[in-house]
């Protein structure tokens, strides 16, 4: 049969209508039968019962308003005792006219009535009466209802806990366990004391005191435990704080006045006695229990007659549904007989289809669906074959991307475990294959790598705070740019940029989460090296200032040294001391000198020089320097571009890196200088802050010391960072030597490792070829004496006088200001000619370069001699003097003064 499986099922539902009309008609015509059956089954209305059952309440409420009265007498439990013995006669009466014809039924509603007449006579209205002539214990009996009518001690110990629960919550989700133990205790504490509280209230005995004061005593020691155990934790102490006030305020508004009150009523206890032996006496209570047990008869005995007319009346009926049953079991089985042979070109190509379907869910996305009808089923199996071709192609273009992709993809389910890993996430971190599969992610973080946000350093995180942190994602939706510490296979660690959100099915369902990791090692790097940067710029700022004062009082230590030195002469006894000035001074301006190279502002006249000659030149220096039992090879590289420095300097930086290799081979060893040319690409800049691509001459001084751990090498160039002795160096050296470095525009790179030496590498910008080297101009036959006019600008008097006297010692006219405001104004009364300005360079108000440019333009002719102990300023550029600029650098001797001076007078 080639039908549709719409036109199958439309016959089938056709089919099932008929049978299921025609059954229909027999039930209702069977219901008939059995609603004529079951009209005569009950001859006893169901009121009479729910009439049985109203009377069983009437005592019920009777008791209660009788009982309420005698205990409280308060006038309102009367109401319901008067209301229900009013009704009861009315229920009474109506249940004998319905059982008129039943005569076991009158008999056991006349015992009934009885009974009832009986308690209201021997105990009811007696018991009544009696409380009503108690009088004399009214005051303190209301006294204490009052009190614990106004439930004051209740709201207060109800504050109590939901203030301790949400201590508990707090430390439950924290998971400190002591504080958890201690906070429950506290709990229990109060509880002990409530307990005790009300039980005295309530009978009067004095072994309810006992757990009430214990518990107060334990509740004051417990919580002063918690403050202890929690010192710093400021909500817990307010926590604690807040509830020992409520404790105090139940203490004095409810605990202590309802006990003081049950106290005082125990004194006058013998009214309550008269109430307390009528009602010892049972009578009502026998009475009224005698009543229950007859009313309660009278309404099993009508339940059980009706019981068993209905079960006769049952069995009519169950004839009746067995007859139905025949008919429906006829039907179903014609339905079946029927729905098999529609069913049968369904189910089969269903079986395929669902078969397909399973291959194609378990990812067999080439399989292909066939089925060989012409209805619905073949549509939807082409459907699943075009959506598995697109499923695949999808994928394909999916497992592209996450290949592609820059950055580690770990895909994790909500438990924690790793699903999904990405090719890069594999090779950052060394694994292959499926080997982080299935793996809990917190084999990937260090440990102490925790959320919170703070949160066990030196602790290793545990599965089941990942599982936490992971929650804390879920909730969140997103976590954007967490630094995180991840493992490598080997053990070792790098830093990573962590985000993470989730992943959830198209129902909203949380199936994982998706975590990215971005690999941040390089740039931690490149800031530690910034922040490093920053670091010695600022202590290069102070060494600059420090060193302007300091050059301005050793000149006019050395000047006064060098002028008492020539005037009482080389024999007389005051010599050695001026010279021992003479020569520590001297020291403190080498000094001096090292801070400012540490701070690049050292004054230097670079030129183009030859990196090799200067080393070689340099060799005998430092085989004196470093003792005989250290070895030096030298190797130098043919062919070496020419650099543009100061030869000063380089000697400094090697001599500098042999003291230190001198200090790291204590037993002797290698100190090897090496040379050569160099081209820095872009990858070697990527790697290395700092540094910029080109052409440099690389000089490497290294050693076969005992060399230097990664947290030694990471100091070694901040200032006054020594690893010798007390007394055995300033710490300034290595300094010094990145300070040159970054003043020529040159890099520096260090690489040592424990018990393998050490080895540093200096490259310097490569210098255009010139024809020959520039010599050094001698200066030994220069004149120091001259006859012209100089006018002297310091705002340091000290150093005023001093360079004023040595100048007119040897011939000079000198006109004297503290500053340019008074040196323009001394210039303008001059009547003769000006031939040289000796100035400061930094002064209060005008500094020197702006009055040398004020006098040049009014007195061309004027030649200009700088003078100053700090290079941060105009006349240079990182201590590198610009060009035609004649300076003196504080602190100068008397001759290096008088040189200079010539040489500022030489040239126009």
């Known amino acids: 049969m080639n039908l549709s499986i719409k036109n199958k099922i439309i016959a089938l539902t056709i089919f099932f209508i008929c049978l299921l009309i025609s059954s229909t008609l027999f039930l209702l015509y069977n219901l008939g039968e059995t609603t004529n059956t079951m009209k005569g089954v009950v001859s006893l209305s169901e009121d009479v019962v729910t009439q049985s059952h109203h009377l069983e309440k009437l005592i019920v409420d009777m008791e209660t308003g009788q009982r309420g009265f005698v205990i409280?007498?308060?006038?309102?439990?009367?109401?319901?005792?008067?209301?229900?013995?009013?009704?009861?006669?009315?229920?009474?009466?109506?249940?004998?006219?319905?059982?008129?014809?039943?005569?076991?039924?009158?008999?056991?509603?006349?015992?009934?009535?009885?009974?009832?007449?009986?308690?209201?006579?021997?105990?009811?209205?007696?018991?009544?009466?009696?409380?009503?002539e108690v009088t004399s214990a009214k005051?303190?009996?209301?006294?204490?209802?009052?009190?614990?009518?106004?439930?004051?001690?209740?709201?207060?110990?109800?504050?109590?806990?939901?203030?301790?629960?949400?201590?508990?919550?707090?430390?439950?989700?924290?998971?400190?366990?002591?504080?958890?133990?201690?906070?429950?205790?506290?709990?229990?504490?109060?509880?002990?004391?409530?307990?005790?509280?009300?039980?005295?209230?309530?009978?009067?005995?004095?072994?309810?005191?006992?757990?009430?004061?214990?518990?107060?005593?334990?509740?004051?020691?417990?919580?002063?435990?918690?403050?202890?155990?929690?010192?710093?934790?400021?909500?817990?102490?307010?926590?604690?704080?807040?509830?020992?006030?409520?404790?105090?305020?139940?203490?004095?508004?409810?605990?202590?006045?309802?006990?003081?009150?049950?106290?005082?009523?125990?004194?006058?206890?013998?009214?309550?006695?008269?109430?307390?032996?009528?009602?010892a006496k049972g009578v009502g209570k026998e009475i009224i229990d005698n009543l229950r047990n007859l009313v309660g008869q009278l309404t099993a005995s009508l339940g059980k007659d009706i019981r068993n007319e209905v079960l006769q009346a049952n069995e009519r009926v169950e004839q009746a549904n067995l007859l139905s049953l025949l008919i429906g079991m006829i039907g179903i089985f014609l339905g079946l007989f029927f729905a098999f042979f529609i069913g049968r070109g369904i189910i089969k190509p269903l079986k395929i289809l669902n078969a397909g379907v399973v291959k194609i869910g378990k990812g067999e996305l080439a399989h292909k669906i066939r089925v060989d009808t012409k209805d619905e089923l073949a549509t939807l199996a082409r459907a699943f074959n075009h959506m598995a071709t697109s499923l695949g192609e999808s994928r394909v273009y999916i497992e592209g991307i996450i290949k592609s992709m820059p950055n580690m993809l770990i895909v994790v389910s909500p438990n924690g475990s790793i699903k999904t890993v990405n090719d890069v996430a594999l090779k950052l971190l060394d694994y292959e294959g499926d080997e982080l599969l299935d793996q809990p992610l917190s084999i990937l973080l260090r440990e102490g790598e925790g959320e919170g946000e703070g949160e066990g350093e030196g602790e290793g995180e545990g599965e089941g705070e990942i599982v936490l942190a992971l929650q804390d994602v879920v909730n969140r939706g997103v976590v954007l740019n967490s630094k995180k510490s991840f493992v490598k296979k080997n053990g070792s660690t790098f830093s990573v940029l962590f985000s993470a959100s989730t992943l959830r099915s198209p129902e909203g369902k949380v199936e994982g989460v998706v975590c990215i990791a971005q690999d941040i090692s390089q740039y931690e790097q490149l800031e530690t090296q910034f922040r490093q940067a920053q670091k010695i710029?600022?202590?290069?700022?102070?060494?600059?200032?420090?060193?302007?004062?300091?050059?301005?009082?050793?000149?006019?230590?050395?000047?006064?040294?060098?002028?008492?030195?020539?005037?009482?002469?080389?024999?007389?006894?005051?010599?050695?001391?001026?010279?021992?000035?003479?020569?520590?001074?001297?020291?403190?301006?080498?000094?001096?000198?090292?801070?400012?190279a540490f701070s690049r502002q050292q004054v230097t006249r670079p030129k183009i020089i030859e990196l090799n000659v200067?080393?070689?030149?340099?060799?005998?220096?430092?085989?004196?320097?470093?003792?005989?039992?250290?070895?030096?090879?030298?190797?130098?590289?043919?062919?070496?571009?020419?650099?543009?420095?100061?030869?000063?300097?380089?000697?400094?930086?090697?001599?500098?890196?042999?003291?230190?290799?001198?200090?790291?081979?204590?037993?002797?060893?290698?100190?090897?200088?090496?040379?050569?040319?160099?081209?820095?690409?872009?990858?070697y800049v990527e790697c290395h802050a700092d540094s910029c691509s080109g052409s440099y001459v690389m000089m490497v001084v290294s050693d076969t010391g005992v060399g230097m751990d990664q947290a030694t090498q990471a100091k070694i160039f901040e200032p006054f960072y020594t690893t010798k002795e007390v007394g055995a160096g300033t710490g300034l050296g290595l300094s010094t030597v990145i300070g040159i470095v970054k003043q020529n525009n040159g890099m520096i790179q260090v690489y040592s490792e424990p018990g393998q030496g050490t080895a540093f590498k200096i490259y310097w910008p490569r210098a255009e070829f010139v024809d020959g080297i520039e010599e050094a101009r001698e200066e030994d036959d220069l004149s120091t004496e001259g006859k012209e006019n100089i006018l002297l600008v310091e705002d340091e008097e000290a150093v005023r006088l001093v360079a004023a006297s040595i100048l007119r010692k040897n011939g000079y006219a000198v006109l004297e200001a503290k500053d340019g405001k008074e040196a323009l104004k001394t210039m303008q009364l001059h009547q003769g000619t000006t031939d040289l300005l000796l100035t400061d360079v930094i002064m209060p108000g005008m500094d020197g370069q702006e009055l040398a440019s004020n006098l040049k333009e009014k007195y061309p002719d004027l030649h200009i001699l700088f003078m100053s102990g700090y290079t941060a300023n105009a006349i240079m550029h990182h201590g590198v003097l610009a060009e035609n600029v004649h300076f003196v650098g504080k602190p100068f001797l008397p001759n290096e003064l008088l040189v200079a001076v010539r040489k500022a007078l030489g040239t126009a």
Do not use: C
């Open 139 to 279: 005051a303190s009996l209301n006294s204490i209802g009052n009190l614990i009518e106004a439930e004051t001690g209740k709201k207060l110990v109800d504050e109590m806990r939901r203030s301790l629960d949400k201590l508990l919550k707090h430390f439950k989700t924290a998971g400190e366990k002591n504080n958890i133990i201690l906070t429950t205790q506290i709990g229990k504490d109060i509880v002990d004391s409530e307990t005790g509280q009300r039980g005295f209230l309530l009978t009067g005995k004095d072994a309810f005191l006992e757990p009430y004061f214990h518990g107060q005593v334990a509740l004051d020691r417990d919580m002063k435990e918690l403050e202890k155990s929690n010192p710093d934790n400021k909500r817990v102490l307010k926590e604690i704080s807040a509830l020992r006030t409520l404790n105090k305020k139940w203490l004095l508004e409810a605990a202590i006045p309802e006990i003081d009150a049950r106290v005082s009523y125990e004194k006058n206890p013998q009214s309550m006695e008269n109430i307390a032996l009528l009602l």
């Open 537 to 596: 710029e600022s202590i290069g700022r102070l060494a600059g200032g420090v060193a302007h004062d300091f050059n301005n009082l050793l000149t006019v230590i050395l000047g006064v040294s060098k002028m008492i030195e020539d005037e009482e002469g080389k024999n007389s006894a005051v010599h050695d001391k001026i010279t021992l000035i003479s020569d520590t001074a001297k020291q403190a301006a080498a000094l001096t000198q090292q801070l400012l």
């Open 72 to 132: 409280t007498g308060k006038e309102e439990f009367l109401e319901p005792y008067k209301d229900a013995n009013n009704k009861f006669d009315a229920v009474l009466y109506d249940l004998e006219q319905k059982l008129i014809d039943h005569p076991k039924y009158l008999e056991l509603l006349e015992k009934v009535a009885h009974s009832r007449y009986e308690w209201l006579g021997l105990a009811g209205q007696p018991e009544i009466d009696a409380r009503r």
């Open 614 to 683: 200067v080393i070689v030149q340099t060799r005998k220096m430092l085989t004196r320097l470093i003792g005989e039992n250290i070895e030096i090879e030298v190797h130098t590289a043919p062919g070496l571009y020419p650099i543009k420095a100061d030869e000063g300097q380089i000697n400094q930086i090697l001599m500098n890196l042999a003291v230190n290799a001198r200090d790291a081979m204590p037993g002797g060893g290698k100190l090897t200088i090496e040379t050569g040319n160099v081209t820095l690409d872009a990858n």
